[in-house]
């Protein structure tokens, strides 16, 4: 590992710029004959943003890896949501790229694997679990020629596929990662009971159910309404029924928790809007759990296509936004007046619909623009 990351005056001057522009200072050459302006910067990169998405790593002595390697990395709070579902003796992760889910989903193991096919960022995280006092067994190989030789068993395996091509896009499908996942799924159940899988939030579940048999649950987790990613929980001793659970992290929401299939089943009720509206959170919506959220919380739909409820009396412990509204004529809606606007199963888009009405966004106060049985309305928070 360089040692200059230790030097004090080049830890200070990367401190001393991190609200500096970046792009300038690359054209900068830089003050220490021993490190490159592209190096410093790196570290600087790496320390911003640890101040939003993994604050522990803020402390000296941690060294941060390219910017790839930050943006595919689980932030802490999702990280620490995935470690209070899990516990045994042995703990491995077969994709530990910056090491931040397995520093927190092998909090409550004995002994911790780390196996990552890049040396350099192996190196990296070995390094910070030092600085960290956190111990483990690090393995510079690629999983597949791992799980080739590897005649050990695991209470839990975590992976966190690669979700980009060879030419860098973005795929989705299990057979698409890296690595193929409906090609060892066997093979990982063969050496532990439990394999947790991240997935993109974009999979589609009744897919994943399709093509994973050893499903016994599925998380998906959102934070501050921002769906970030899709864990499946796979089991060789599964039952066959699958429990899913919608989280939306940094929120007084309940999760919600549901049998997979129970939407099939399910009946929603409509009716106009009342006096008060439901919007649910995005890992609902992503869930797709449109008519059991009407008959579980006894809420009335708009639209079959409008996934907004209704209700007269308030239902306190709904898992999303709940708004008193009342519905408006086009008429009413004053020029440059200041709205968030919601457009759900609407022909126009909120920028459309800013343009036409002629008004600026943000407030305190709401305009959805959407469509119950009868037709297009608009609903305004009061």
Known sequence: MHSWHSHTEIQKYINANLNTDLHSLLLKKSPFPEVSMQEIVQQIKGKQVSQKKFPFLLKD????????????????KTALYKSELLKGKKFIDLTSGFGIDAYYLSKNFNEITLVEQN????????????????????????????????????DVIYLDPARRDNNKNKVFLLEDLSPNILEIQGKLLSISNQVVIKLSPLIDLKYLVSVLPGIFRIDIIALKNDVKEVVVFLSKENSGEITCNCVNLESEESVF????????????TYD?????????????????????????????????????????????????????????????????????????????KPEEIKKKYGLKDGGENYLIFTQSKKGKIIIKSV
């Open 61 to 76: 002595g941690i060294i941060f890896p390219p910017q790839l390697s930050l943006e595919q990395s689980s932030s802490e």
């Open 119 to 154: 040396p350099e960022l192996l190196e990296i995280v070995e390094h910070n679990w030092t600085v960290l006092e956190k111990k483990a067994r690090f393995i510079n190989q690629k999983l597949e020629d791992f799980l080739t030789q590897n005649e050990e068993t695991f």
């Open 257 to 268: 928790t549901f049998k997979f299939g129970e939407e099939e089943n399910a009946k929603a």
């Open 272 to 348: 106009e809007p009342e006096n008060l509206i439901y919007i649910p959170n995005n890992s609902i919506l992503k869930a797709g759990v449109f008519n059991l959220i009407s008959e579980r919380f006894g809420l009335k739909k708009l639209h079959p296509n409008t996934h907004i409820y209704t209700s007269h009396e308030k239902i306190n412990d709904f898992p999303g936004r709940i708004l008193e509204v009342e519905v408006i004529d086009a008429k009413q809606i004053k020029k440059k007046s200041q709205f968030n606007i919601i457009s759900k199963n609407y022909p126009l």
